[in-house]
T-cell receptor, first 112, second 115 residues
Framework: ETGVTQSPTHLIKTRGQQVTLRCSSQ?????VSWYQQALGQGPQFIFQ???????GRGNFPPRFSGLQFPNYSSELNVNALELDDSALYLC???????????FGEGSRLTVL | GENVEQHPSTLSVQEGDSAVIKCTYS??????FPWYKQELGKGPQLIID?????GEKKDQRIAVTLNKTAKHFSLHITETQPEDSAVYFC??????????????FGGGTRLMVKP
């Protein structure tokens, strides 16, 4: 049990639509990040948030955006969905003292 | 940026045998190397990690070794059990504050332990 919960677990969208994925991390884990995991591949870093501000981003376009809230929850928003956005989206929070990264179970997005 | 290569992509062993998974990384600034186990339909679970000031770390049946000079690190699982069957990922992270949560993952190894 990592203490990181994500919702929804599965969802289906069509091309061009927008999606919001949600994550709740442990109290005290004030750094959260999002990863995209395509089928059969390792997770790829999308961005991270610290104290409600984005402070690191991977190679993803601006239509991927996020928010972090004071209650240790966060959101990943994806606009103008494309077929290639179909993947497992993982939220991870960082333990402050050890730097260990703990992942949620993910939200599996299918874009038709 | 960092690039992590992982081998083999699949590994099949008999129950009780040992399994070894190897990774190489490209960025000499990386100083944190975790290993994750991912079961079907679940998120990655941290199983062991190592920092660059240590050459080896062991936790029961699992051990990780790090060779900074050669930029490679390995996961060793002894006395494998069927429940060890899963996909294993290595990862690397640069040590600067701004690196934060940015892990670069290898492509994964599907480990199958045959009873």
């Amino acid at each position: 049990e990592t203490g990181v919960t994500q919702s929804p677990t599965h969802l289906i969208k069509t091309r061009g639509q927008q999606v919001t994925l949600r994550c709740s991390s442990q109290s005290g884990h004030n750094t959260v990040s999002w990863y995209q995991q395509a089928l059969g591949q390792g997770p790829q870093f999308i961005f991270q948030y610290y104290r409600e501000e984005e402070n690191g981003r991977g190679n993803f376009p601006p239509r991927f955006s996020g928010l972090q809230f004071p209650n240790y929850s966060s959101e990943l928003n994806v606009n103008a969905l494309e077929l290639d956005d179909s993947a497992l989206y993982l939220c991870a929070s960082r333990e402050q003292n050890t730097g260990e990264l703990f992942f949620g179970e993910g939200s599996r997005l299918t874009v038709l | 940026g960092e690039n992590v290569e992982q081998h083999p992509s699949t590994l099949s062993v008999q129950e009780g045998d040992s399994a070894v998974i190897k990774c190489t990384y490209s960025d000499s600034a990386s100083n944190y190397f975790p290993w994750y186990k991912q079961e079907l339909g679940k998120g990655p679970q941290l199983i062991i990690d190592i920092r660059s000031n240590v050459g080896e770390k062991k936790d029961q049946r699992i051990a990780v070794t790090l060779n900074k000079t050669a930029k490679h690190f390995s996961l060793h699982i002894t006395e494998t059990q069927p429940e060890d069957s899963a996909v294993y990922f290595c990862a690397a992270r640069e040590g600067s504050y701004n690196a934060g949560n940015m892990l670069t993952f290898g492509g994964g190894t599907r480990l199958m332990v045959k009873p």
